[in-house]
């Protein structure tokens, strides 16, 4: 391997690690039991396992929008920090969600999240929920993220707006 292919390795083996730890250490993403299935530049891929706690309806077995509106948010923040040239803190400013059909009782629910623009401080992604079966999705997304200019501080507003 080259230089530039190792560092392209590191860089993406410690984001997908961050990106795990951000799933582990933030203690809803961890009570919903998401799973880092894959990272790349600016695409991030997440899974939902069924569980029954996660249920929306006993009587349908239909799992929760709330566990899928947060699976979504949680993959498409990991595709920012995927696109980001290094690390920076990052807070979802809006975050759309168009469900389309219920997600089936009884199976994991797929997100795949892709950053397709960034400004200096605000990244947009798109994202889709489905079942890994090659069905109609579940649910789609659209969101906007703010970039921090650095740890523990955010960008500079104008005339206090």
């Not at 349908?60 to 709330?66: E, F, R």
């Not at 290094?86 to 400013?93: D, F, G, K, S």
């Not at 997600?103 to 890994?132: N, Y």
Request: glycine share 10%; proline share 6%; net charge neutral.
């Amino acid at each position: 391997m080259t230089d530039d292919a190792d560092a392209a390795t590191r860089r993406r083996d410690r984001r997908l690690a961050l990106a795990r730890a951000f799933v582990d250490n933030v203690p809803h993403n961890h009570a919903l039991g998401l799973v880092v299935e894959g990272l790349a530049d600016r695409t991030a891929r997440f899974r939902l396992p069924y569980a029954a706690k996660l249920v929306g309806n006993p009587e349908t077995g239909v799992l929760h929008g709330g566990a899928i509106t947060a699976l979504l948010d949680a993959c498409c923040g990991a595709a920012v920090f995927a696109a980001l040239p290094q690390l920076q803190p990052i807070a979802t400013l809006d975050l759309r969600i168009d469900y389309l059909r219920p997600a089936e009782p009884g199976k994991d629910v797929w997100a795949e999240a892709t950053c397709h623009h960034m400004s200096k401080h605000v990244a947009f992604v798109r994202a889709v929920a489905d079942h890994a079966d090659g069905g109609a999705p579940i649910a789609t997304a659209a969101g906007t993220f703010m970039i921090a200019t650095k740890l523990g501080t955010v960008a500079p507003r104008g005339g206090g707006a």
